[in-house]
């Protein structure tokens, strides 16, 4: 069974930093092309970050250009997501995602393109 298994949230202080990982099992990682999503209390899931099959293309969503860097190992079948400079509006259920795509330069930003989630990790920035 596919199974893909974030780790790293926390509790951290604004302008602090984490690091978010994801680990892959199961699936043919370089298939794939890579997301990253997170949820706020009453809020819609929305995308944060993606990366391409090659690792060559990015996409950030806006309120997190320059702080958050995605990155991904595919001899260790895991995505990574640095962020830096945490802001109280950050906090949030972050989830890793996996999309299926023919293309290794192509990112995924629709969150009903992606074919596999992972359970969540709760980021929380303390003001």
């Known amino acids: 069974q596919i199974q893909l298994v974030e780790s790293g949230g926390g509790l951290v202080q604004v302008g602090g930093s984490l690091r978010l990982s994801c680990a892959a099992s199961?699936?043919?990682?370089?298939?794939?092309?890579l997301g990253w999503f997170r949820q706020a209390p009453g809020k819609e899931r929305e995308i944060v970050a993606a990366?391409?099959?090659?690792?060559?293309?990015?996409y950030y969503t806006d309120s997190v250009k320059d702080r958050f860097t995605i990155s991904r190992d595919n001899t260790k079948n895991t995505v990574s997501l640095q962020m830096n400079s945490l802001k109280p509006e950050d906090t949030a259920v972050y989830y890793c995602?996996?999309?299926?795509?023919?293309?290794?330069?192509?990112?995924?930003?629709?969150?009903?393109?992606?074919?596999?989630w992972g359970q969540g990790t709760q980021v929380t920035v303390s003001s």
């Open positions: 995602a996996a999309n299926q795509q023919l293309s290794a330069v192509v990112v995924g930003t629709r969150i009903n393109s992606y074919d596999y």
């Open positions: 199961k699936l043919t990682f370089g298939r794939y092309a």
């Open positions: 990366i391409s099959r090659s690792g060559g293309t990015t």
